[in-house]
């Protein structure tokens, strides 16, 4: 994340806490003329559309009257829930997550793969462990490059 980007998602998550969202990431993409702002919530109640445009509304308004923001205060928003199968952001993401699979991608390679399927067991400081096939693996934070739950639907 930028700085513009870690300051965005500051200044919108105080404002939005008190609703019990939780900013997870902004991406702004694009040009100096044609950006877009990806921002993903989350809340331990659900995302409903209404909270993705109330967030929207939101962001426009502090874009709008932050002088800190006024370079991007022609951009697109896009406000979206993180999904089923939602990337994990930070160490928090992963603590909430223990138990859960996952697939991550890293950095560099841990045990001769750069890829990992497996359960998340355990979150201690910076260090990530997760059990594939009966093996725990141990991964730094800082090594990996994208991680996403695995969860399976049953119908």
Same mark, same amino acid.
């Given at each position: 994340?930028?700085? #513009? /980007?870690?300051?965005?998602?500051?200044?919108?998550?105080? $404002?939005?806490?008190?609703? =019990?969202? !939780?900013?997870?990431?902004? +991406?702004?993409?694009?040009?100096?003329?044609?950006?877009?702002?990806?921002?993903?919530?989350?809340?331990?109640?659900?995302?409903?559309?209404?909270?993705?445009?109330?967030?929207?509304?939101?962001?426009?308004?502090?874009?709008?009257?932050?002088?800190?923001?006024?370079?991007?205060?022609?951009?697109? #928003? /896009?406000?979206?829930?993180?999904?089923?199968?939602?990337? $994990?952001?930070?160490?928090? =993401?992963? !603590?909430?997550?223990?138990? +859960?699979?996952?697939?991550?991608?890293?950095?560099?390679?841990?045990?001769?793969?750069?890829?990992?399927?497996?359960?998340?067991?355990?979150?201690?400081?910076?260090?990530?462990?997760?059990?594939?096939?009966?093996?725990?693996?141990?991964?730094?934070?800082?090594?990996?490059?994208?991680?996403?739950?695995?969860?399976?639907?049953?119908?």
């Amino acid at each position: 994340m930028n700085e #513009i /980007e870690t300051e965005l998602m500051e200044t919108i998550n105080d $404002l939005v806490l008190k609703e =019990d969202i !939780e900013i997870l990431n902004i +991406e702004i993409i694009g040009s100096r003329n044609a950006n877009r702002a990806e921002i993903v919530i989350d809340s331990q109640k659900g995302i409903t559309i209404d909270d993705c445009a109330n967030v929207s509304n939101i962001i426009r308004d502090v874009i709008r009257f932050d002088d800190k923001f006024s370079d991007i205060s022609e951009m697109s #928003i /896009e406000v979206s829930s993180p999904g089923i199968n939602r990337r $994990l952001y930070n160490l928090k =993401d992963y !603590e909430n997550f223990i138990g +859960e699979k996952t697939l991550i991608k890293l950095k560099r390679a841990v045990n001769g793969k750069r890829t990992i399927k497996g359960r998340i067991s355990k979150v201690e400081e910076s260090l990530i462990e997760l059990e594939v096939h009966g093996e725990v693996i141990s991964i730094l934070f800082e090594n990996i490059k994208k991680a996403n739950l695995q969860r399976e639907i049953k119908v």
